[in-house]
């Protein structure tokens, strides 16, 4: 089983470039080669080494390698928070990766006093967030700072021993 650990800022590349090879892959089943290559093509947003520097994204790593990573936007005094990433590499899909890190991502939420979590699924994504036990909300067109909008599915799960 892969180890986790907090990201660091120095993560940064290697997050990108494992978001965006997942993004190439997982979400071709469900998103125009257009909108795909337009997601891809934006850079890392100008708010990620922040939100790595506070402590709120999680990799996991086997023998040295990332295999994926989430992170979750932490805001002091709120009683929710926003999933703002989950993604692990294609080769690595299917071993549980995902899950352990978003019940970390959990457990972190929890200790900070959320009682609630929230994101916005792409639609490739909704069924991993069901059986994490996510609830889908609604429907909706994320506006991408690329741009675009990617159809996704906004999705909330109310948390255990807040």
């Given at each position: 089983m892969p180890n986790q650990r907090r990201a660091e800022p120095a993560d940064l590349a290697a997050l990108w470039d494992l978001r965006t090879?997942?993004?190439?892959?997982?979400?071709?089943s469900h998103y125009a080669k257009d909108i795909i290559d337009a997601w891809c093509a934006a850079p890392p947003p100008e708010k990620l080494p922040g939100l790595l520097a506070a402590g709120g994204a999680l990799v996991a790593e086997e023998d040295g390698r990332m295999l994926g990573f989430a992170?979750?936007?932490?805001?002091?005094?709120?009683?929710?928070?926003?999933?703002?990433?989950?993604?692990?590499?294609?080769?690595?899909?299917?071993?549980g990766i995902a899950m352990r890190l978003l019940s970390a991502l959990e457990a972190m939420a929890v200790e900070q006093g959320m009682r609630r979590l929230f994101l916005s699924a792409s639609l490739?994504?909704?069924?991993?967030?069901?059986?994490?036990?996510f609830v889908a909300v609604r429907k909706?067109?994320?506006p991408h700072r690329s741009g675009i909008g990617l159809e996704s599915v906004f999705m909330e799960k109310m948390l255990a021993g807040a």
């Open positions: 090879r997942a993004v190439r892959t997982t979400c071709a992170i979750l936007k932490l805001d002091a005094g709120k009683d929710e928070g926003e999933v703002d990433a989950v993604f692990v590499d294609p080769s690595h899909q299917g071993r490739n994504a909704v069924p991993f967030y069901q059986r994490a036990g909706e067109m994320y």
